[in-house]
Nanobody, 127 residues
Framework: QVQLVESGGGLVQAGGSLRLSCAAS????????MGWFRQDPGKERDLVAG????????HYADSVKGRFTISRDNAKNTVYLQMNSLKPEDTAVYYC????????????????????WGQGTQVTVSS
């Protein structure tokens, strides 16, 4: 069992930055591929960024490439999402998710692949 707790959301003006953190419980954090998703009301939960166990091949949605950076610190059981040059369309609830991954280099695009989810944190970008 893994518990995920997100933090760092809030209200920011367009062009600003936020850093989301997701702290995981347990001693096997390095066994999990991680993902950051976001969801608008009435819409599906979409992958923003994914990172493998080894953090060697981060993946980003086209809409955030060059602006967002996903990283992880296995010693601290934490995954981060640095969000720069924020736009109003980035407004959503952001969730982190964990997938028990067999291979170090695997990452996962679809929400149904993930085993555990955090409670979400609201990010609001004003124009």
């Amino acid at each position: 069992q893994v518990q995920l707790v997100e933090s760092g959301g809030g209200l920011v003006q367009a062009g600003g930055s936020l850093r989301l953190s997701c702290a995981a419980s347990g001693r096997t954090f390095s066994s999990y591929a991680m993902g950051w998703f976001r969801q608008d009301p009435g819409k599906e939960r979409d992958l923003v960024a994914g990172i493998s166990r080894s953090a060697t091949n981060p993946h980003y949605a086209d809409s955030v490439k060059g602006r967002f950076t996903i990283s992880r610190d296995n010693a601290k059981n934490t995954v981060y999402l640095q969000m720069n040059s924020l736009k109003p369309e980035d407004t959503a609830v952001y969730y982190c998710a964990a997938k028990n991954a067999r291979y170090e280099s695997s990452w996962f695009r679809d929400a149904y692949n993930y085993d555990y989810w955090g409670q979400g944190t609201q990010v609001t970008v004003s124009s």
